[in-house]
């Protein structure tokens, strides 16, 4: 997740269904980084288990 947030400036939609790593921790840090502030537009975590 902070790769994606630190590295991937212009991502818009995000999908992380299924996915069983996914920690809220992560979550909030794609959240208040400063690029998905600017882009990011949709995050999916339908269905993962944490």
Known sequence: MRYL???CPNIQ???LSRCE???D???RYIGS???AQ????????D???S
């Open 5 to 7: 947030a630190d590295n």
């Open 38 to 45: 600017d882009n990011l537009r949709v995050i999916e975590l």
């Open 13 to 15: 939609n995000l999908t």
């Open 21 to 23: 790593q996914i920690t």
């Open 33 to 35: 980084s400063v690029n």
């Open 25 to 27: 921790d992560g979550v």
């Open 47 to 49: 269905n993962c288990p």
